[in-house]
């Protein structure tokens, strides 16, 4: 398996521009993360769906932010608009049922001028 | 309040010491907590998880601990290596919810030679 695929890698946009970021999980795994990462907060859950439904979206910083899931197979995390404190690095992830690990994507490093 | 504390930001070591990190938690009720490595450039890679009613888990040369009375866990690399040189990050984890309470903002390892 090619693990979790994230694009682009690296993403450079201006200020009000809007900016989408895309996510493939592991086939087979039914729970889907977005992570945002940056030094002064650390690592910080978003959003996440089990079997493409949204459970829990109260990290999402505000309404700028949306997530979807139209299959199994396939995330989008956008920002419209972006702003430059929105600059991170955002990770999915993904993983089967059960209590085991998370297995995360390499990310997509944004930055917003 | 609630927070994650792990130990320090940067430790360092020399190749084949054993390097012990620690994860300290308030007013959290965990059942379960994980480690990650996290590379550069690179999103976290799970390692070990260890439930609340264990006391102890190894895998090859880590080893993991669980003290619920303290609220802290213990990240243990034996005969460590330069190629352990990463940042290593803990995350708490309650119940059967489908996501990390929270995540450390890790340590960061370096292994000289």
């Known amino acids: 398996d090619a693990g979790v695929i994230q694009s682009p890698r690296h993403e450079v946009t201006e200020m009000g521009q809007e900016v989408t970021l895309r996510c493939k999980p592991i086939?087979?795994?039914?729970?889907l993360f977005w992570y945002r990462q940056t030094m002064m907060r650390g690592l910080e859950l978003l959003i996440y769906f089990n079997n493409n439904v949204p459970i829990d979206d109260s990290g999402m910083p505000e309404d700028r932010f949306s997530a979807k899931m139209p299959n199994a197979s396939f995330s989008t995390l956008k920002i419209q608009p972006s702003e430059p404190r929105d600059s991170a690095v955002y990770f999915c992830a993904s993983r089967p049922s059960g209590i085991v690990g998370k297995y995360f994507g390499p990310g997509t490093r944004l930055t917003v001028t | 309040s609630q927070k994650i504390e792990q130990n320090s930001e940067a430790l360092n070591i020399q190749e084949g010491k054993t390097a012990t990190l620690t994860c300290n938690y308030t007013?959290?009720?965990?059942?379960?907590l994980q480690w990650y490595r996290q590379d550069p450039g690179r999103g976290p890679v799970f390692l070990l998880l260890?439930?609340?009613?264990?006391k102890e888990k190894r895998k090859e040369r880590l080893k993991v601990t669980f003290d619920t009375t303290l609220k802290q866990s213990l990240f243990h690399i034996t005969a460590s290596q330069p190629a352990d040189s990463a940042t290593y990050l803990c995350?708490?984890?309650?119940?059967?919810?489908?996501?990390?309470?929270?995540f450390g903002k890790g340590t960061t390892l370096s292994v000289s030679s």
């Open positions: 995350a708490l984890f309650e119940g059967q919810a489908g996501t990390a309470l929270i």
């Open positions: 007013n959290y009720s965990p059942a379960y």
């Open positions: 086939s087979g795994h039914d729970y």
């Open positions: 260890i439930r609340e009613n264990e």
